[in-house]
Nanobody, 121 residues
Framework: QVQLEESGGGLVQAGGSLTLSCVAS????????MAWYRQPPGKQRELVAE???????KYAESVKGRFTISMGKGQRSVSLQMRSLKPEDTAVYYC???????????????WGQGTQVTVFS
């Protein structure tokens, strides 16, 4: 089993910055994939950014140039630096891993519980 715990959410004024963190624990050594998703009020969950242990990153168009995802050196954590925040960034942000080894051995990815980010104008 793998547990993901997010932190760093909160209330921020538009134009401000916030950094989210996610730490993995449980029956793992390292992770080769980690990602951030978000679910705005009344909308579906969407991919925000993802990163691999090889350093490959992918971003949603709406956050390119404003958000930066990075994996921790121990490959058991991931952060999301968010700058120039907009009210439309308001959402519950979730950490997820689709680590290939976990997908093969457990048949599933793992989600965190989520952390609320609220951007007010």
């Amino acid at each position: 089993q793998v547990q993901l715990e997010e932190s760093g959410g909160g209330l921020v004024q538009a134009g401000g910055s916030l950094t989210l963190s996610c730490v993995a624990s449980g029956s793992i050594f390292t992770l080769d994939h980690m990602a951030w998703y978000r679910q705005p009020p009344g909308k579906q969950r969407e991919l925000v950014a993802e990163v691999t242990s090889g350093g490959e990153t992918k971003y949603a168009e709406s956050v390119k140039g404003r958000f930066t995802i990075s994996m921790g050196k121990g490959q058991r954590s991931v952060s999301l630096q968010m700058r120039s925040l907009k009210p439309e960034d308001t959402a519950v942000y979730y950490c997820k891993t689709d680590d290939p080894y976990l997908l093969t051995t457990t048949g599933r990815g793992y989600w965190g519980q989520g952390t609320q980010v609220t951007v007010f104008s």
